[in-house]
């Protein structure tokens, strides 16, 4: 019994909530990935294109709201969520448009490209919190649970419940929807495989007559269609606030880079590697450990090895130490 309630115990509190923030972390880390390896540079605004297209979908989800439309027992956010892809679009491809076609017909240096990008992201998290303030932000509702943990005690007559949150199933049923749609339209769709020739070798597939300016364009609205959705997934997940996903970069791109810049499989496995890390390290063990210690014998104290402050210490430190040995990733992407 007590092997039981360490289990529950476990997945309540580690092996759910890693999973769910792996899923978000796995999308952020896909749009970084694809213009890391189509685009050829380091998008640092990437963490507040999330917000925007959050944003977006979180004014969309008010009107919603306050029309009395709703879905019911999911989120609202589900309806308003292509408002906010397409707001998202809007916004990248404007700012190609006028920012980065520049420089990529000057045939400017990747560090030039990630400089701007930095400028940008300073543009967008001012324009977010210009819009819908620096505050926290609420726009769940539904039904908050798909099982409580009282009705799993009353169910099995475990002393632990586990609480599945119905944004955590949302989010892990959603990633593995999108990141089938995005393997199945680049490898099967003629204009995911004029993508794929395009990264793989530019003048080659510019000689095979594939249109640059219109992978570029693909690019960029598949870019706001993972950004928008992971935004709105943590949002829903956790709170939105605009200063958070500025902070959200260091571990998307620390999944990015771990599983392999520049290759999507890595950036799945890297969102995952970067939010098991996180939540293990810095999860309190006493608990777990109790139910499996003798009597009399449990830990006196928390058994953390790390506080949630320091969380993304956690994405900095496994990041350096890939840089170091394996800059290539785990699935060898390009080297950093």
Same mark, same amino acid.
Request: charged share 15%; aromatic share 12%; proline share 4%.
């Given at each position: 019994?007590?092997?039981?309630?360490?289990?529950?115990?476990?997945?309540? /509190?580690?092996?759910?909530?890693?999973? $769910?923030?792996?899923?978000?972390?796995?999308? !952020?880390?896909?749009?970084?990935?694809?213009?890391?390896?189509?685009?050829?540079?380091?998008?640092?605004?990437?963490?507040?294109?999330?917000?925007?297209?959050?944003?977006?979908?979180?004014? *969309?989800?008010?009107?919603?709201?306050?029309?009395?439309v709703?879905?019911?027992?999911? @989120?609202?956010?589900?309806?308003?969520l292509?408002?906010?892809?397409?707001g998202?679009?809007?916004?990248?491809?404007? +700012?190609?448009?006028?920012?980065?076609?520049?420089? %990529?017909?000057?045939?400017?240096?990747?560090?030039?490209l990630?400089?701007?990008?930095?400028?940008v992201? /300073?543009?967008?998290?001012?324009?977010?919190?210009?819009?819908?303030? @620096?505050?926290?932000?609420?726009?769940a509702?539904?039904? %908050?649970?798909?099982?409580?943990?009282?009705?799993?005690?009353?169910?099995?007559?475990?002393?632990?419940?586990?609480?599945?949150?119905?944004?955590? !199933?949302?989010?892990?049923?959603?990633?593995?929807? *999108?990141?089938?749609?995005?393997? &199945?339209?680049?490898n099967?769709?003629? +204009?995911?495989?004029?993508?794929r020739?395009y990264?793989?070798?530019?003048?080659?597939?510019?000689l095979?007559?594939?249109? @640059?300016?219109?992978? *570029?364009?693909?690019? &960029?609205?598949?870019?706001?269609?993972?950004? $928008?959705?992971?935004?709105?997934?943590?949002?829903?997940?956790?709170?939105?606030?605009?200063?958070?996903?500025?902070?959200?970069?260091?571990?998307?791109?620390? $999944?990015?880079?771990?599983?392999?810049?520049?290759s999507?499989? !890595?950036?799945?496995?890297?969102?995952?590697?970067?939010?098991?890390?996180? *939540?293990?390290?810095?999860?309190?063990?006493?608990?777990?450990l109790?139910? /499996?210690?003798?009597?009399?014998?449990?830990?006196?104290?928390?058994?953390?090895?790390?506080?949630?402050?320091?969380? /993304?210490?956690?994405?900095?430190?496994?990041?350096?130490?890939?840089?170091?040995?394996? @800059?290539?990733?785990?699935?060898? !992407?390009?080297?950093?």
């Amino acid at each position: 019994m007590d092997l039981l309630n360490a289990l529950v115990a476990l997945s309540n /509190f580690v092996l759910i909530p890693a999973i $769910s923030y792996g899923s978000q972390l796995a999308l !952020g880390a896909l749009g970084v990935t694809l213009i890391y390896g189509i685009l050829r540079f380091s998008n640092f605004a990437h963490g507040d294109t999330m917000a925007f297209g959050a944003m977006v979908t979180i004014l *969309v989800t008010w009107a919603l709201q306050a029309a009395g439309v709703s879905l019911g027992p999911l @989120p609202t956010a589900l309806l308003a969520l292509p408002f906010g892809i397409l707001g998202c679009a809007a916004l990248l491809l404007l +700012t190609d448009r006028f920012v980065y076609r520049f420089y %990529r017909e000057q045939k400017a240096k990747p560090v030039v490209l990630v400089i701007v990008s930095m400028g940008v992201m /300073f543009i967008m998290n001012g324009l977010v919190r210009f819009i819908i303030g @620096p505050d926290d932000q609420r726009f769940a509702d539904g039904e %908050r649970f798909i099982i409580s943990a009282r009705t799993f005690r009353e169910m099995t007559g475990l002393q632990e419940g586990l609480a599945l949150r119905t944004s955590q !199933g949302i989010t892990i049923v959603t990633a593995i929807i *999108v990141v089938a749609l995005l393997f &199945w339209f680049l490898n099967k769709t003629r +204009t995911g495989k004029s993508m794929r020739a395009y990264s793989d070798n530019e003048d080659l597939a510019l000689l095979s007559g594939i249109n @640059p300016e219109r992978v *570029v364009m693909v690019t &960029w609205l598949i870019v706001a269609a993972l950004a $928008s959705i992971a935004g709105v997934l943590y949002g829903l997940d956790k709170s939105f606030k605009p200063f958070t996903y500025f902070n959200l970069l260091l571990p998307i791109f620390a $999944s990015a880079i771990v599983g392999g810049l520049g290759s999507p499989l !890595g950036a799945i496995a890297g969102g995952f590697v970067i939010a098991i890390s996180e *939540v293990m390290v810095t999860y309190a063990w006493k608990k777990v450990l109790t139910y /499996f210690m003798p009597d009399g014998l449990g830990p006196d104290g928390l058994v953390q090895l790390l506080s949630t402050d320091y969380k /993304f210490a956690v994405s900095f430190v496994i990041l350096i130490v890939v840089l170091l040995f394996r @800059p290539t990733g785990l699935f060898a !992407g390009k080297s950093v």
